[in-house]
């Protein structure tokens, strides 16, 4: 959940109304949606950009080869030269490629630009819960404007230890003392950490651009996690430093490693035992002797890596065929016109 939208949340509700659907659950995200500029800028031209910017949004759906039957009805024209293929294919692609979300984007809906991603719900359960892409899981590291609120508990829980996942994995990349904003700028960052567009085509401060704007937001899905009477034993808030300051012992860091996804887990244990002359097929006994290695922090931030590396590179893929080469092409463009303005008026 999230507060200050530059887009009015009953305007975003309007928006999901045009598909023909019923969602368990839908959010709005990114630039199109919260201000990410960390200087000020004045009223008109704040409004000027927001409506160059595209409004992001994901759709979940309990049945997604429904959904793309009804949306072909009504919105053929959001769909590249795949939607000829029908809802079922459509399906197939959507969940057997990338992230197993299936974007149209550069829609014009009124006076705004619209991309949206459709995912399964069981797709995303199982991403929140594993971080088997983070793909979507991990735009929900960070602020977004909930248009639909989850229908299941199942759906409810897997949210909740998404954010719970996303702190432990921070506070094991953290010094022993840092910041509120450097441990939501590390929290947000996670999704970024292999992601190839952050080498060309993205700014190399969204990261920063996400957070400071959005400290408020950052704070309220966050503190009640890390002042809770389990992370307030072992992170403490100094008011005089304006800092946090957490315990880096063996014990906690394993605290810390049991509570990350299976994916996560599963990349270190490779990496673990490509490299040591000591490999472990016991989990446990893995994390107990990475909880004494000064390389934890290493291995965490190369299986985060690895997961957002493959599934950003799949999904570019996969999108150049569900938006079509043209529409690549022009979001691309977007894309690298505006890391140009940025390097021009820095």
Same mark, same amino acid.
């Given at each position: 959940?999230? *507060?200050?939208?530059?887009?009015? #949340?009953?305007?975003?509700?309007?928006?999901?109304?045009?598909?023909?659907?019923?969602?368990?659950?839908?959010?709005?995200?990114?630039?199109?949606?919260?201000?990410?500029?960390?200087?000020? *800028?004045? =009223?008109?031209? &704040? =409004?000027?950009?927001?409506?160059?910017? @595209?409004?992001?949004?994901?759709?979940?759906?309990? =049945?997604?080869? =429904?959904?793309?039957? #009804?949306?072909?009805?009504?919105?053929?024209? !959001?769909?590249?030269? $795949?939607?000829?293929?029908?809802?079922?294919?459509?399906? *197939?692609?959507? %969940?057997?490629?990338?992230?197993?979300?299936?974007?149209?984007?550069?829609?014009? @809906?009124?006076?705004?630009?619209? #991309?949206?991603?459709?995912?399964?719900?069981?797709?995303?359960?199982?991403?929140?819960?594993?971080?088997?892409?983070?793909?979507?899981?991990?735009?929900? !590291?960070?602020?977004?404007?909930?248009?639909?609120?989850?229908?299941?508990?199942?759906?409810?829980?897997?949210?909740?230890?998404?954010?719970?996942?996303?702190?432990?994995?921070?506070?094991?990349?953290?010094?022993?003392?840092?910041? %509120?904003?450097?441990?939501?700028?590390?929290?947000?960052?996670?999704?970024?950490?292999?992601?190839?567009?952050?080498?060309?085509?993205?700014?190399?401060?969204?990261?920063?651009?996400?957070?400071?704007?959005?400290?408020?937001?950052?704070?309220? $899905?966050?503190?009640?996690?890390?002042?809770? &009477?389990?992370?307030?034993?072992?992170?403490?808030?100094?008011?005089?430093?304006?800092?946090?300051?957490?315990?880096?012992?063996?014990?906690?860091?394993?605290?810390? $490693?049991?509570?990350?996804?299976?994916?996560?887990?599963?990349?270190?244990? /490779? %990496?673990?035992?490509?490299?040591?002359? !000591?490999?472990?097929? /016991?989990?446990?006994?893995?994390?107990?002797?990475?909880?004494?290695?000064?390389?934890? &922090?290493?291995?965490?931030?190369?299986?985060?890596?690895?997961?957002?590396?493959?599934?950003?590179?799949?999904?570019?893929?996969?999108?150049?065929?569900?938006?079509? $080469?043209? &529409?690549?092409?022009?979001?691309?463009?977007?894309?690298?016109? #505006?890391?140009?303005?940025?390097? %021009?008026?820095?």
């Amino acid at each position: 959940m999230s *507060t200050a939208a530059n887009v009015p #949340k009953a305007l975003l509700q309007q928006l999901i109304q045009t598909f023909p659907h019923r969602f368990s659950y839908a959010f709005a995200y990114g630039s199109g949606v919260f201000t990410q500029n960390i200087t000020k *800028t004045d =009223d008109n031209k &704040k =409004d000027a950009d927001l409506r160059k910017n @595209m409004i992001d949004l994901i759709l979940v759906t309990d =049945d997604s080869q =429904d959904f793309h039957h #009804k949306n072909l009805i009504r919105n053929r024209s !959001h769909y590249s030269v $795949l939607g000829s293929l029908g809802p079922k294919w459509l399906t *197939t692609i959507q %969940e057997s490629f990338g992230a197993k979300v299936y974007f149209n984007t550069l829609i014009q @809906m009124d006076d705004y630009l619209i #991309k949206y991603g459709v995912i399964s719900t069981k797709h995303l359960i199982a991403d929140c819960l594993d971080w088997q892409t983070l793909y979507i899981s991990g735009r929900l !590291h960070k602020p977004v404007v909930v248009l639909q609120e989850p229908t299941s508990s199942d759906l409810s829980t897997a949210l909740a230890i998404n954010i719970e996942s996303a702190i432990h994995s921070a506070l094991i990349l953290l010094s022993e003392t840092f910041t %509120e904003e450097q441990l939501y700028t590390t929290i947000a960052g996670l999704s970024y950490l292999g992601d190839f567009r952050m080498t060309f085509g993205e700014d190399k401060q969204k990261v920063q651009k996400i957070v400071r704007p959005q400290i408020h937001n950052f704070r309220h $899905l966050y503190q009640p996690l890390i002042t809770s &009477k389990t992370l307030s034993r072992l992170v403490d808030w100094n008011p005089h430093s304006k800092a946090y300051r957490q315990d880096c012992s063996p014990n906690s860091l394993y605290y810390h $490693l049991n509570h990350l996804p299976k994916t996560v887990e599963r990349y270190v244990s /490779d %990496e673990w035992n490509r490299e040591s002359r !000591h490999p472990f097929t /016991d989990m446990d006994e893995l994390l107990k002797n990475l909880a004494n290695s000064i390389e934890c &922090k290493t291995y965490v931030k190369q299986a985060i890596h690895r997961i957002v590396q493959n599934s950003s590179m799949s999904q570019s893929f996969k999108g150049l065929f569900t938006a079509g $080469l043209l &529409k690549s092409f022009r979001y691309s463009n977007q894309k690298i016109s #505006k890391m140009f303005r940025i390097f %021009e008026n820095p």
